[in-house]
């Protein structure tokens, strides 16, 4: 994610309704997110899609990385010959 521009990247909710076509074609070519306030608080975050997809797939990968962690600290883990063995049960089954 690009860093946020604080004197162009935070705006007024009323700002962004009047011109809103013209920030999310900015949001989407500079790749800087736009902060949205409200009532002079932050109320909300404009990002292109392709920064939402990654950060969702950022998220994802973390929280498997965080699942294999926590599955080797409590053992459940398999042998190189016990996962060989899963894996030809499991086509063996899928061939039938």
Do not use: C, W
């Not at 604080?6 to 007024?12: K, L, M, R, W």
């Not at 013209?22 to 909300?44: D, E, F, R, S, W």
């Not at 990968?61 to 063995?85: H, K, P």
């Amino acid at each position: 994610m690009n860093n946020l521009n604080i004197s162009t990247d935070i705006i007024p909710i009323g700002e962004l309704k009047k011109k809103l076509s013209q920030y999310l074609t900015n949001v989407h070519t500079t790749g800087h997110p736009l902060v949205i306030t409200q009532n002079g608080k932050p109320a909300g975050v404009l990002i292109s899609p392709a920064e939402y997809d990654e950060l969702v797939y950022k998220k994802l990968f973390i929280e498997s990385v965080n699942r294999g962690l926590s599955d080797v600290e409590s053992g459940n883990v398999y042998s190189t010959t016990e996962l060989q063995e899963e894996l030809q049960k499991r086509r063996s089954a899928r061939n039938f």
